[in-house]
């Protein structure tokens, strides 16, 4: 094991690489190889890489791909998706096509707003804190004009400050819960700069306020941050079509519909599944907030508590047959932007957005909240029908044989055996013993 390190983020990059290799791995001089093989060519793309975080040694690569013939509300989009996981892609184009042919998918905006908090203690009399905030709260707001004012020229700012008394949960415990509406920005640095301010503001007009008794004026801030739960930063995407148009080579289309709504009730019911159908779900979304520069991790965090929200972990799909017409949609909150963060530096998120036509943040979250429903159509139309095997382990398959390492004849070779074979590890592993010993 290695020893602790100090002021390793004052090393320079060779130095940090130096002493990786030499502490942590077995072979320094490949570990150095393989660093500097991920480097951009471009020194200056390079440190433009070097400084989105500290102590970037290299560039860890993910696979950057399209699923294109995506109609969202009458317009067609190539989708970038960056993922590793074999099959999603595949999964995405397919069901893009599948619904391009019948009708394509409807996306609406059910809310964009955003919410964050100003925890703080608060040892006296309700109704005078309460008194205290009406007081207060013009200068709460005054006291962020110059955070806001950009903000309010393009139509957003602070929706609302509230006070809220969460004392049934932790002794002398309040909230400034406050709602802004950040447009095209996923607005998290607006949001916690206003917090951050109305926290001082809000310490130095207690102490100010005269109604107050010595000890209430001492207002005490424990933290002010945005949050990653917006259940009013909602989107709803959804597809529907005649029972007769899901026409379905391997089972007849009404079987087919019931199957799948049973399979979604059943994600609904239950949370073990439910998990695993929602995963599903983000590797559609992930992979197109990852390809356009959000932050997964805010994502993710929102939409699995807004899964929950009802007290048990839950679809956040839905599926129904009504009067010979089978619909099947999602509702998610998606905390995303077009415009700050990385958007405007890493030149692939640039070239994302560009391929999506430069969307809003509005038309973001209708095509990641749409991606996701493609993706759960074709992880459950699967489930429910072939069993999700046969076309993951056809698009693994590359990976297997890579591993084996297999050049590219015996590639070649062994996926067109393949095309009508099982593929399992065991079988691929015989096929490729096979004809190496030929
Ligand atoms: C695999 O990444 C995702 C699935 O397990 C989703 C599902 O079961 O619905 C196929």
Redesign the pocket.
């Known amino acids: 094991m290695n020893t602790p390190v100090e002021g390793f983020s004052k090393l320079t990059k060779t130095q940090k690489i130096d002493w990786i290799a030499t502490n942590c791995t077995k072979n320094p001089k490949g570990t150095k190889q393989l660093l500097e093989q991920y480097w951009n060519t471009d020194p200056k793309v390079q440190k433009l890489h070097d400084e989105f975080i500290e102590n970037t040694i290299s560039n860890y690569y993910l696979p950057f791909a399209i699923a294109p013939n995506f109609k969202i509300n009458g317009e067609l989009y190539a989708v970038p998706m960056a993922i590793e996981?074999s099959s999603?892609v595949a999964a995405a184009s397919k069901s893009a096509k599948f619904w391009l042919e019948r009708g394509g998918f409807k996306a609406e905006i059910i809310g964009t707003e955003k919410v964050g908090q100003v925890h703080f203690i608060y040892k006296g009399d309700k109704e005078r804190l309460s008194n205290f905030f009406v007081s207060a709260k013009p200068e709460l707001l005054k006291s962020v004009a110059s955070i806001t004012q950009n903000m309010e020229k393009r139509g957003g700012g602070i929706n609302n400050i509230e006070l809220r008394d969460v004392t049934d949960k932790i002794e002398d415990y309040h909230q400034l819960h406050c709602t802004f509406e950040t447009l095209d920005a996923m607005g998290a640095n607006f949001i916690n700069s206003c917090l951050e301010q109305f926290a001082k503001t809000l310490k130095e007009q207690a102490l100010v306020f005269d109604a107050f008794t010595k000890e209430e004026k001492n207002i005490e801030i424990v933290m002010s941050i945005l949050s990653n739960y917006v259940p009013d930063c909602l989107v709803k995407a959804e597809v529907s079509c005649s029972i007769s148009d899901l026409g379905n080579a391997d089972m007849p289309a009404m079987e087919f519909a019931e199957k799948f709504v049973q399979a979604v009730n059943i994600a609904k019911a239950e949370p073990y599944r439910a998990v695993?159908?929602n995963?599903?779900i983000m590797?559609g979304i992930d992979a197109v907030v990852l390809a356009t520069g959000n932050d997964f991790r805010a994502v993710e965090a929102g939409v699995h508590a807004f899964a929950a929200k009802d007290g048990q972990y839950s679809s956040l799909t839905h599926a129904k047959i009504e009067d010979g017409v089978f619909k099947f949609w999602i509702e998610v909150p998606l905390a995303l932007g077009t415009v700050g963060g990385l958007t405007t530096l890493h030149p692939l998120v640039k070239l994302a957005l560009e391929i999506l036509q430069n969307p809003s943040a509005k038309e973001l979250m209708q095509i990641v909240a749409v991606a996701g429903l493609a993706q759960?159509f074709a992880?459950?139309r699967s489930?429910v029908t072939t069993g999700?095997q046969k076309g993951h382990m056809k698009m693994h398959l590359l990976n297997m044989l890579n591993q084996l390492g297999a050049n590219e004849t015996e590639k070649k070779q062994l996926v067109n055996y393949f095309k009508d074979q099982t593929v399992t590890n065991a079988s691929v592993k015989e096929a490729f013993e096979r004809i190496k010993s030929k």
């Open positions: 996981e999603v695993t159908h995963k599903g590797n759960n992880a459950v489930l999700i």
